[in-house]
């Protein structure tokens, strides 16, 4: 079993619609867990960390669930620009700051 | 802004050659990482270096190697170059305790 799971997509969504998609991490001790984006043929950038009571940027939601071992991100109003591959990562303990990456979900904004 | 460039965009090889890739960060972070991404498979560690001269394993580091002779810099090397190296080499770096990774913006690896 994978440590970090993610549904690969891809998730076509019409602009301005909301998409949503999770992540499922399989070590319960984890303590930090983060969105990374990653354009095509680009390097994966942090997007935003995810917090135990929920956090918003922008049109942005990260969501997590600690007793089913889940984290989710919700797009608000999707902006073509929005397309890419969003990476689940779990930093686990005593990780020496490696960290988990899962493999992403592809999301592709439709005119 | 934290900087960490890496030493080839493209790179094709031969099977058996002796393969040099070069990581420098300009953040004086400790922590340095070599990872390759495949379709599917997502990132895998190759190997880990929290300080000068300091490496650890990842979960993938058969058929490599690598030096950190400087902080700032992390060399991955492929001692002889197989065809199932063909890969997307991305390298990162980090301070302890934080938790954000920097990444390089990848060198596309192939081996003929």
């Known amino acids: 079993r994978k440590e970090v799971e993610q549904d690969p997509g891809p998730f076509n969504v019409p602009e301005g619609a909301t998409v949503a998609f999770n992540c499922t991490y399989s070590n319960s001790a984890s303590q930090s867990f983060f969105w990374y984006r990653q354009d095509c043929r680009k390097e994966p950038k942090l997007l935003m960390s995810v917090y135990s009571s929920g956090n918003e940027d922008g049109r942005f939601t990260a969501q997590l669930n600690r007793a089913s071992q889940y984290i989710s991100l919700l797009i608000r109003d999707s902006k073509l620009s929005d397309s890419a591959t969003y990476l689940c990562v779990v930093n686990p303990p005593d990780s020496w700051g490696k960290l988990q990456f899962g493999a992403g979900t592809q999301v592709v904004v439709t005119p | 802004d934290v900087k960490v460039t890496q030493s080839s965009r493209y790179l094709v090889k031969r099977t058996g050659e002796k393969v040099f890739l070069e990581c420098v960060q300009d953040m004086d972070h400790e922590n340095m990482f070599w990872y390759r991404q495949d379709p599917g498979l997502g990132l895998r560690l190759i190997y880990f270096s929290y300080d000068v001269k300091m490496k650890e394993k990842g979960d993938i580091p058969e058929g490599y190697s690598v030096s950190r002779e400087k902080k700032e810099r992390f060399s991955l090397i492929l001692e002889s170059a197989s065809t199932n190296q063909t890969s997307m080499y991305l390298c990162?770096?980090?301070?302890?305790?934080?938790?954000?990774?920097?990444f390089g913006p990848g060198t596309r690896l192939t081996v003929l």
């Open positions: 990162a770096s980090s301070i302890p305790d934080r938790n954000t990774q920097y």
